[in-house]
């Protein structure tokens, strides 16, 4: 997928300040947020981010923060996931899952190589 947001956005013209990563994916080559490389923890959760631009930017990755609510954050995720599961049979029609498939798509021929 591509970043959610660059270093070349943040060091633009931009009203964002905070950013809270609940991926925290710093390892992986495909991090949608690649503007950081280490986890912030519970004594230090905010992380300066360095930017050409003068507005500060913080970063927030805890990376167990779902864990310290697991059956809040367990009932809040199904809540939120079980509307576009219950489309499912209408995969065909339903915007969620057709947006998906074609972004799917979209992805796929991206990384076609021709020989």
């Not at 070349?8 to 609940?22: G, H, N, T």
């Not at 992986?28 to 981010?49: E, G, S």
Request: charged fraction near 15%; hydrophobic fraction near 35%.
């Amino acid at each position: 997928i591509p970043p959610f947001v660059t270093q070349q956005q943040i060091d633009a013209e931009r009203q964002l300040s905070v950013i809270v990563d609940v991926s925290c994916d710093t390892t992986n080559p495909f991090n949608p947020i690649p503007i950081y490389n280490v986890n912030t923890t519970f004594d230090n959760a905010l992380l300066d981010i360095p930017s050409a631009n003068s507005r500060p930017l913080q970063l927030c990755s805890i990376d167990h923060l779902p864990t310290m609510l697991p059956r809040e954050a367990s009932n809040q995720f199904s809540a939120d996931l079980l509307p576009t599961l219950l489309q499912l049979p209408e995969r065909t029609t339903a915007p969620v899952w057709t947006g998906a498939e074609k972004l799917y798509h979209e992805k796929v021929e991206s990384m076609a190589t021709t020989d």
